[in-house]
C-alpha cells in the first residue's frame, strides 16, 4: 500500500468510532498486548482524551457548569463535527461557540451557549495582537470640524460577546472559587472584553454603548454614532445625546481599547 | 550543507528544561540553576498578549531551543508554508540554539490529529521524509533536528528499523537528531527490540540534543504521557548514552502532573550528576 493509502487508512480509523479491520491487517501483531487493536487505542482513544483536554483547557468553566461527562461528549460530538485544521490546538477550540448555537441540543442552553461564548472571547483577548493605546488627550489636537468624520481603530483583543446574566454569574462565580450557582433563566448581556497589559478585562454593555460601539468597530464615524444614538432615542434632546457618545469614547480610551483616531472621509 | 560550526555549538554543554507556564512563577522570581528551556513552538505561534511577553521576559535570561509538535514531516499533505513562515518568524524572535521536530505526522487531508503518529519505516517513507526534510532545512535557512517519535504500532510493510531509519534520513537530509532517551525505552518495550542496539546504530555526531521524561506503565505497553518522573531504567539507558555519545545537550520534559519546581530541579541535579559520571568513567 502507498503511504498515502496507508495514512489516509490510518487516519480514517483514528477519527471512526472502531478502526478498519483493513488498517489493523496492516500493522504488525504487538509484542505483549493481547491484539493489535488495543495497542491502536492508543491512538484511537488518545485522540479523544486530547480533544476533550484541549477544549477542557479553553473552556474550564463550561466543564464545570455541565459536568464530566456532558462535556466530554460535548466534545466528541465538535471534534467529530469539526476536526481541527489548525497546527497550533489553541485555534481548535475557538469554534466551539458557533457550533454550539448551530446544533441541538447545545443550541436550546443559553448557559451553555453564553459561557463558551464568554471563555471564547476572553481566550481572544488574551493573545491577541499587540497594539499600544492611545492617550485622549489627542482628542485636544482634533479640529472641531473634524469630529464628525473622526473614525476609530480598536486594540486588536476587543471583542464583542453575546451571553447571559446566568454564564456571568457561574463564569465570576468559578473566578471568586465559589460553587457555581443552580442554572436558572436571566436576560441576555452585551459583553466588551479587552486587553490592557498583559490583563484581560469585560464589562457588560448598556443598549446604548452596545450600538455605539458596534458602530464605531465597523468603522463608522463619530458623526454616524451620534445620529444612529439619537434614531435610537427620539425624545433625547441632541445635547444629551452627543454627551452620551462622548461619555461612552472617553470610557473607551480609559479602558484602553483605542489605539488610533483619524478625521478620515467617507 | 555540511557539518559547521552552528552543529558543533548545538553540541555545546548544558541541561535544561521544558519551558511550561505553570513554573513561571518560580522562573521569573529568581535565577534558576537551568542552563537553558526549551519551547514548544506552537504555544508561541500566537499574535501577541501574555504568551510572546513573558517569552522574551524569559528569553532575555536564557538560551531558548525550539522545539515543534506539528511540522507533520511524514504527511503526504503538501507541506504547510503557512505554518513554516510563522515558525521561520518566531525562530528570528527567540535565535534558539535548535529547533527540532519529529519523525512523525499529525494527518493528512487537512486535519490536524493534533498527535505523533508513527511513520512506516519503508523506503518510500525515507525518501518522502528527506526530500521533505531538505525542503523545510532549506526554506528556514538552517538545520533542524528530528526526533524519534515513542510508537504503539508497527506496520507489516516495514523494511528497516527505525535506528536505521533516523539515520538515513539524518545523512540524506543533512539535518540533525534529537535522541528522547525515553521514547526509544517506550518504543522498545512495546516492539520488542533491544535499546541499546538502537542506540548504538545512532550515528553520534547527528545527535544535537537529548530528551528524557516519564511514561505510564499499561502493562501490555507504555505510553509516552511526561506526567511522571523519570524512571530508573531510563536513566540507566541515559547513563549510557553519555558514556557513548559524548557530552550533548540534554533536558527534563514534564508535561502533565506538575510537581513542585524544586522537584524538577532535582531531577535535573540528577542529570547533571549522572552525565558528569558518565564522562567520568569515559575518560
Known amino acids: ?266 | 550543507m555540511a557539518a559547521s560550526d552552528n552543529q558543533q555549538k548545538s553540541r555545546a554543554q548544558g541541561f535544561g528544561l521544558g519551558l511550561r507556564t505553570v513554573y513561571y512563577p518560580e522562573i521569573l522570581e529568581a535565577p534558576q540553576p537551568v542552563d537553558w528551556f526549551e519551547i514548544i513552538s506552537e504555544n508561541f505561534m500566537v499574535p501577541g498578549g501574555r504568551p510572546l511577553a513573558m517569552l522574551d521576559r524569559i528569553r532575555a535570561d536564557y538560551p531558548m531551543r525550539m522545539h515543534g509538535v506539528s511540522l507533520s514531516l511524514a504527511s503526504t499533505d503538501p507541506l504547510d508554508f503557512d505554518y513554516l513562515r510563522a515558525l521561520k518568524r518566531l525562530i528570528a524572535r527567540v535565535e534558539p540554539e535548535l529547533v527540532s521536530d519529529h519523525l512523525a505526522w499529525t494527518g493528512v487531508r487537512g486535519l490536524n490529529l493534533h498527535d505523533l503518529l508513527p511513520a512506516p519505516l519503508t523506503q518510500e517513507a525515507l525518501d518522502h521524509c528527506v526530500e521533505r526534510a531538505r525542503r523545510v532545512q532549506d526554506f528556514l535557512g538552517r538545520r533542524i533536528a528530528l526526533e524519534n517519535p515513542s510508537t504503539y504500532v508497527s506496520f507489516g510493510a516495514d523494511e528497516m528499523s527505525e535506528a536505521d531509519f533516523l539515520a538515513e534520513l539524518a545523512r540524506r537530509a543533512d539535518c540533525l537528531l534529537l535522541l528522547d532517551v525515553n521514547n526509544v525505552f517506550v518504543s522498545a518495550f512495546n516492539h520488542g527490540f533491544d535499546a541499546k542496539d538502537y542506540l548504538d546504530r545512532i550515528p553520534k555526531e547527528r545527535v544535537a540534543q537529548i530528551h528524557i521524561a516519564g511514561h505510564s506503565d499499561m502493562g501490555t505497553h507504555k505510553i509516552d504521557t511526561h506526567d511522571h518522573p523519570v524512571c530508573g531504567d531510563v536513566w540507566e539507558l541515559f547513563s549510557y548514552v553519555r558514556q557513548s555519545f559524548g557530552p550533548i545537550p540534554a533536558m527534563i520534559e514534564r508535561d502533565d502532573r506538575f510537581p513542585p519546581f524544586s522537584e524538577l530541579l532535582d531531577e535535573l541535579r540528577h542529570m547533571r550528576e549522572l552525565a558528569e559520571a558518565g564522562e567520568r568513567a569515559a575518560a
Open chain 1, 1 to 266: 500500500m502507498k503511504l498515502a493509502d496507508l495514512q489516509r487508512l490510518f487516519q480514517d480509523s483514528v477519527l471512526a468510532e472502531t478502526p478498519s479491520p483493513l488498517l489493523l491487517a496492516h500493522l504488525r501483531p504487538p509484542t505483549r498486548a493481547a491484539s493489535v487493536a488495543e495497542t491502536f487505542a492508543v491512538y484511537h482513544d488518545g485522540f479523544r482524551l486530547r480533544m476533550a483536554e484541549f477544549l477542557a483547557n479553553d473552556y474550564p468553566v463550561l466543564r464545570e457548569a455541565i459536568g464530566d461527562l456532558a462535556f466530554d461528549a460535548m466534545a466528541e460530538a465538535f471534534s467529530r463535527a469539526r476536526p481541527s485544521t489548525f497546527r497550533n490546538a489553541r485555534w481548535f477550540g475557538a469554534g466551539l461557540p458557533d457550533f454550539l448555537r448551530a446544533t441541538p441540543p447545545y443550541s436550546g442552553d443559553p448557559l451553555v451557549c453564553g459561557l463558551a461564548a464568554l471563555e471564547a472571547g476572553l481566550a481572544h483577548g488574551f493573545d491577541a495582537e499587540d497594539a499600544d493605546a492611545l492617550p485622549i488627550e489627542v482628542l485636544g489636537a482634533i479640529d472641531a470640524a473634524d469630529w464628525p468624520r473622526l473614525r476609530f481603530g480598536f486594540h486588536p483583543s476587543v471583542t464583542l460577546i453575546e451571553a447571559n446574566a446566568p454564564a456571568l454569574a457561574a463564569y465570576e462565580a468559578a473566578q471568586a472559587g465559589e460553587p457555581l450557582p443552580e442554572p436558572g433563566l436571566g436576560p441576555a448581556l452585551s459583553l466588551v472584553a479587552w486587553r490592557r497589559d498583559l490583563d484581560v478585562h469585560y464589562r457588560a454593555l448598556d443598549a446604548s454603548e452596545e450600538m455605539a460601539l458596534l458602530e464605531a468597530l465597523a468603522g463608522g464615524p463619530f458623526g454616524d454614532i451620534c445620529s444612529l444614538l439619537a434614531f435610537a432615542s427620539p425624545d433625547q434632546p441632541a445635547e444629551e445625546t452627543a454627551m452620551a457618545a462622548g461619555q461612552h469614547l472617553a470610557r473607551w480610551f480609559a479602558d484602553g481599547m483605542i489605539v488610533s483616531a483619524e478625521a478620515k472621509p467617507e
